[in-house]
C-alpha cells in the first residue's frame, strides 16, 4: 500500500503496556474533566506514619503487646508510571492499517474515560485518586470527557501495519489496603490491585506490528 487512505476500524486488539516515547504521536489538553476529592497534608502524614508499621499476619496479634496507634484502614499506592495511556474503548477511537503506506484517523464519536480499579478487594476509587493527587502531586481526575475531531496523519513503515488508539495520556498504580491490626503495634493486609488514573491529557497512541 503506497497511497494515503483512512485506516479501518479496529475494535480488537490490546497494545502492549509499556508506552515507548515514539508511541506518543500527539497530546493535548481537554478542558472537560471532574477533578474528584483530594486529602488533606494532616490526612496523608497520619497514613505515612501507620504505613511504616510493620505487616503481621492474624497471629500477629496474640500476646500482651499493645501500642497506641489508631484503628484505620488506608491505602498504600507504589508503582508509579506516568505518561500510561488509557484507551477510549468505544467504536472510532481504534483503528489498524497497513502493510506500509499512510494511514489517517478520526475520533467519530464522543464517550469519557474514567478511573480504573482492578483487585482481589473491591477498593474507593475516590479515595485513590484524592491519595495519588495529595501524595503524588499527580494531575489525575476522575473522569475525562473526550470529544469529536482529533483527526492525524502517520506514516507506517513498509511491511509493517499501524495501530492507532486515542485515549488519555494518565497513570497507573499499585495499591494495598490496610488496617491497624489487634493491638494496634501493626498493619494487616486486606486486599490488593491496580489503578489506572486518566489525566486531562488526551491524544493518540501510535504502533506497529508485523500482522
Known sequence: MTATS??????????????TPDQIVTQETSSTAIEGPEMSAQEVAAERELNALPEVADEGDVGTQRCDNPYKKWYALSGRKKSYHIPSWWNGTSYKDGPGGTMTVEVTKS???SLEVSGTISAEAGVLLAKAKTEFGAKVVGELGIGTGHKYTQRIRSGRYGHMRYGSWGEKYNWVK???????C???KLGSGSVKMPTKEEGWRYWETRT
Open 6 to 19: 483512512y485506516a479501518v476500524e479496529e475494535p480488537v486488539g490490546v497494545p502492549p503496556e509499556e508506552v
Open 186 to 188: 501493626g498493619k494487616k
Open 111 to 113: 464517550g469519557k474515560i
Open 178 to 184: 490496610y488496617e491497624t491490626s489487634a493491638n494496634r
